[in-house]
DNA sequence: CTGAATGTATACCGATCTGTCTACTTGCTT
DNA sequence: AAGCAAGTAGACAGATCGGTATACATTCAG
């Protein structure tokens, strides 16, 4: 194992233990010291990488996106294009709230969600960087709804999106293991409006 | 000023000031010393009245389950029950994420949302208070939804309870005004396809 | 060979955290 | 009149916070 890639491997490490953390506890709940031990690295290197703990959670943040978007990306185009692409949104989520895709294990939430209902001024650094993530999604919608209806495009992804916080919530609050399948539910019908 | 009516002064300034706080900067961002600050309040007189941080919390979220439910029930018995109740509960959210309702102003989210951001754990005391007041507000809208269609009222007060639930991750997260009224959109056509 | 980069461990800094304590005041109730 | 409940201000305790400093080890590149 060569130096440089003890080097990368120290700060994705650092980084995706903080990511595990974040997101179980919550990023005010857990500190910097408890960071480096489960990561198991000095806190020098911690400081070395990272300016301050800030900039490790701009870095989780832009782990996680990363992580979601290739996910769900994956799991949209295991399917063909048109409106199955846009019910597998929905597939791909029961999976993520029940833990049956390993991708995606654990379920607490949305982090992005969670993280801004940690930092709910619009104007902080953290929620910015959420709502990037949140457009990027919808970005993603937008581009299979058009295969369904091109003109309408924008409010049926609009619509499906709010099916989808509304499914990420109730099976996080309420524990709710079904939530995914009563969205895909409105979302069929919905689609079939859409599909004049 | 009687020293009765002093004493419930004191506790529910703490409660009032402590939730201003939680709701804006979050829980764990937010310090005993902070609260009795900015409540013009002793510290040892907080701990009279809570046994700790705790139990200041727990009040909170009782405190504002009662505020926001009795507000939202005020705002669906000014229309004439019906279908038209439903749709009042999404102009309602539109004035809270609008901040055209002083009873309800301002709006940084849902403070239930936030606190089980806080508290992902579903076992934790304070994401189970969430989940009872949760439970209530979609009770409230069952009984509504009763009147337009007795038989699959559980299905529809559950779908409302999704799109409700989108609109104010939307309107919190992506800063998005309009959530609502798209909201308000899809439960219209919902409502529709209930109303046989 | 040498120096820069990256890593280790650990002590330390000042600030802040929740919660306790002392000492005193006020005012209602019995 | 006496006692109790509720209030004040503020010091204090012990832990933890984010972040820095010191001293040293390893490894790769010029």
Redesign the interface.
């Known amino acids: 194992m060569s130096q440089a890639n003890n080097r990368l491997e120290k700060r994705d490490q650092l980084i995706s233990t903080a990511f595990s953390l974040f ?4 990023i ?2 857990v500190g910097i010291n408890q960071v480096i031990d489960a990561a198991g690295v000095a806190k020098r290197t911690l400081y070395h990488h990272f300016d301050s703990k800030e900039a490790l959670i701009a870095a989780t943040l832009a782990y996680r996106d990363q992580q979601f978007r290739i996910w769900l990306e994956a799991r949209i185009e295991q399917v063909p294009p048109g409106g199955g692409a846009l019910l597998a949104v929905f597939d791909a989520l029961d999976d993520w709230f029940n833990e049956r895709d390993e991708a995606i294990m654990p379920f ?2 949305c982090f ?9 001024d ?1 104007q902080n650094v953290h ?1 910015q960087q ?2 990037t993530h ?2 990027l999604v919808h970005e993603m919608l937008l581009r299979h709804a058009y295969q369904v209806n091109a003109e309408r495009a924008d409010a049926l992804s ?2 499906l ?10 099976a ?4 709710d293991p079904q ?1 995914a399948l ?2 895909k ?2 979302a069929k ?2 689609l079939q ?1 859409y599909t004049t």
Do not use: D
């Not at 997101?23 to 919550?26: C, D, M, T």
């Open positions: 997101y179980r506890y919550g005010h709940a607490h939430g992005f969600i969670n993280t801004c209902a940690e930092y709910t619009p929620h959420c709502q949140k457009r609009q619509e999106v709010f099916l989808k916080e509304g499914a990420i919530v109730q996080h609050v309420m524990a939530a009563v969205a539910g409105v019908r919905l409006s």
